[in-house]
């Protein structure tokens, strides 16, 4: 079976952790600084802090900025679960924009519509490895007077007008979960140019500690270990050729795939796309793709070819949503929900063999004559 994900793990990773538990120094310390400052450099901001996953990130730098109770902050709604989460464990509410139909990233008019005076903060999701229209979002935010988070848990190493992502919002926030263009098993990052959000960062990701055994404030225990960092920092290492390997299997798709009906994925202009996810629409009624996207799953898996929705589900349609009181009257996010019923992602990670690429793409294009 070809996986939709796996992980590239090799002799680096196998040496470095090695290093970290013979030393017998297995908690937060030096690897976790050093896996910080090669961080921040890579996505050039003056600090990153380790947490212990990226739903934390989220959390920990919304946290750290104030947003609270009766604040308002716009999320997508066509992005992972813990985006808008992240929100509620502030005891604040999300508010949905819809999503642009070619990237799948926030929409900025959306954004315009869902603006109220209780708005407090725009997170915006660079999903897939693609990333959001920055300098479109980063306006609104300017002149409503708005923090901007980017979550670029999907999107290692993508860049914007030649910048990386992680590097426009008030916080950028990472996860290093397996499936991630660069992984630590399960591990976060936050980067940021500001002093004081560090700072706040650092004391809720460690009981408010400020010295030994001093607690100014209220923090949890949301570390990182230097089991976890010494991984981190080889695969760092890697990260640009991983995503140089997502990149060429994508071009190879999008120079062979060719089913009618099957649309491929968009890359804006300006922009590096890394390809977290190669994400395909099926557009069945409209342009005669010839079966459902079950049917097309299925099919895959019987040759032998993994796939998955991301999502199968808009998150204002998710069951705890919808307990919330969010209801398809209340929340207009068309684009969103017409995605859930048709998106499909197709393996494209770094372990793929160009053998696997032949045969994927043969498969799919015979798709017909089945
Ligand atoms: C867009 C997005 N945000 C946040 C997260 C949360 O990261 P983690 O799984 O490390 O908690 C993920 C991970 O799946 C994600 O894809």
Do not use: W
């Not at 924009?97 to 869902?114: G, M, R, Y």
């Not at 929900?337 to 015979?366: C, G, R, W, Y």
């Amino acid at each position: 079976m070809i996986p939709i994900s796996k992980p590239v793990l090799g002799e680096e990773e196998l040496k470095a952790v090695k290093e970290v538990l013979v030393s017998g120094y297995v908690v937060q310390g030096q690897k976790v600084e050093h896996f910080e400052k090669d961080f921040s450099d890579y996505i050039a901001v003056t600090h990153a802090i380790a947490v212990a996953n990226g739903t934390i990130a989220l959390d920990v730098a919304l946290k750290a900025m104030g947003i609270e109770e009766g604040d308002e902050v716009i999320v997508p709604s066509f992005t992972f679960i813990s985006t808008a989460n992240s929100i509620l464990f502030q005891g604040a509410k999300p508010v949905f924009a819809d999503v642009d139909d070619k990237t799948f990233n926030i929409s900025p008019n959306d954004v315009l519509e869902k603006l109220t005076d209780r708005t407090k903060a725009i997170i915006g999701v660079h999903l897939f490895g693609h990333p959001f229209d920055v300098n479109a979002i980063q306006e609104i935010c300017e002149d409503h007077n708005l923090f901007l988070i980017e979550d670029g848990a999907q999107a290692h190493g993508a860049e914007y007008e030649g910048r990386k992502v992680g590097s426009f919002g008030l916080v950028g926030c990472f996860s290093f979960y397996a499936t991630k263009n660069m992984t630590t098993g399960e591990g976060g990052m936050i980067t940021t140019d500001s002093r004081d959000i560090t700072k706040a960062c650092g004391l809720l990701r460690n009981h408010g500690e400020s010295q030994k055994y001093y607690h100014t404030s209220l923090g949890y225990n949301y570390r990182m270990t230097d089991i976890q960092a010494a991984i981190g920092l080889a695969q760092l290492k890697k990260l640009n050729g991983f995503n140089d390997e997502r990149i060429n299997h994508a071009d190879y798709f999008n120079r062979h795939l060719n089913v009618e009906g099957l649309k491929l994925p968009h890359s804006k202009n300006g922009i590096k796309h890394v390809y977290h996810q190669y994400a395909v629409t099926i557009e069945e009624e409209e342009e005669g793709f010839p079966m459902s996207r079950t049917e097309f799953m299925m099919y895959l898996k019987n040759k032998g070819i993994g796939s998955a929705i991301h999502y199968p589900l808009p998150i204002h349609k998710q069951p705890l949503y919808q307990r919330l009181g969010y209801t398809d009257e209340t929340v207009q996010c068309p684009v969103a929900t017409a995605l859930s019923q048709k998106i499909l992602s197709l393996p494209v990670h770094p372990a793929l063999t160009e053998k696997d690429l032949v045969f994927i793409a043969e498969t799919i294009n015979n798709l017909e004559s089945e």
